[in-house]
């Protein structure tokens, strides 16, 4: 617990502190990204949906994926907290998660329990029951079991991935995460652009190197964003030109639709991203590849 502590309180300085300058482009990253496919943005969502009765800020970024002025019509996949009280485990909760469906949104599991708690400090028969329940309270409005799962705090063991298989989960980590996973208090934003050409530049480099897989002719850029943040859901018409201003700074060619518009086409490529064994080395945005090194596999 002290470990974790002290990871905490680091990740806590490093999402505060300075963010370094995006990897310089040079001509032979350019020259290899010719040889690649475009890219397109598989957006995600944490933590969802929120409960509240004002503004609520999951069904405000269910609007701007409908409506917005960089490409209309976008689909994304919601990681849900499918009994958390301020999130799927009331009843608004459950009419946000009905309304992200009926949108032609991918509802995925990310935790049945009632606070947003690590699987690896389940017991089993606690992990089998969020993991039967979750799967659940979803196939209750799809008509399916979730075939995608998001561990919290992005968190998993050779224990908990083996739980995730029996149950048809397959995980899905990201490549960019926009450090917004702080609900209360300040949750602002300040540095957004510089952390995500950051982080892309690094992404780019795996791109140029052939790391990525290529689905439906263009490579799947998986994003996180928290939909119960309400700065997120404020300024998520900006953070998509964001993330196309990021890919033209880094030299990365962008689909024609830089964004999922089609399920199918998104599902397809979620699953391709995702974890095809416990012990694949996985890149993490920032300081989590630290904080869950492999030894914890």
């Known amino acids: 617990m002290k470990l974790f502590t002290l990871a905490c309180a680091l990740l806590t300085l490093s999402l505060t ?10 001509p032979q990253t350019e020259q290899r990204l010719k040889a690649q496919a475009p890219i397109r943005f598989l957006l995600t969502f944490d933590d969802g949906p929120s409960a ?18 960089v490409l209309p019509g976008i689909k994304a996949v919601f990681f849900l907290q499918t009994e958390a009280a301020r999130s799927g485990g009331s009843s608004r909760g459950r009419k946000t998660m009905e ?5 032609g949104h991918i509802l995925a599991f990310h935790t049945a329990t009632a606070l947003h708690t690590n699987h690896r400090w389940l017991n089993d028969a606690e992990l089998e029951r969020t993991l039967t329940e979750g799967a659940a309270d ?6 399916t079991s979730p075939v995608l799962v998001r561990p919290p705090f992005w968190n998993y063991d050779k224990r908990t991935f083996a739980a995730y ?25 300040p540095r957004r652009r510089a952390n995500l050409y950051r982080q892309l530049s690094l992404v780019r480099e795996r791109i140029a190197l052939g790391e990525l897989p290529t689905v439906d002719g263009v490579i799947p850029v998986v994003m996180t964003f928290h939909d119960i943040n309400r700065y997120t859901a404020r300024h998520m018409q900006e953070y998509l030109q964001i993330l196309m201003d990021s890919a033209h700074i880094n030299g990365l060619n962008t689909a024609v639709e830089p964004f999922y518009t089609d399920t199918t086409q998104l599902q397809r490529a979620a ?17 989590w590849n630290w904080v869950w090194n492999a030894d914890s596999r």
């Open 138 to 143: 979803i196939a209750s409005i799809t008509g």
């Open 52 to 69: 509240s009765g004002y503004n609520n800020p999951s069904r405000s970024v269910i609007a701007d994926l409908a409506h917005n002025p």
């Open 17 to 26: 502190g300075c963010i370094g300058a995006p990897v310089a482009l040079t």
């Open 271 to 287: 699953l391709a991203r995702t974890v095809k064994v416990v012990s694949e080395p996985v890149h993490l945005p920032g300081v």
């Open 165 to 189: 298989q029996r149950h048809g989960l397959q995980v899905l980590l990201t490549d960019l995460s926009a450090n917004d996973g702080k609900i209360w208090g300040f949750n602002g934003s």
């Open 99 to 103: 309304r992200e469906h009926a949108a």
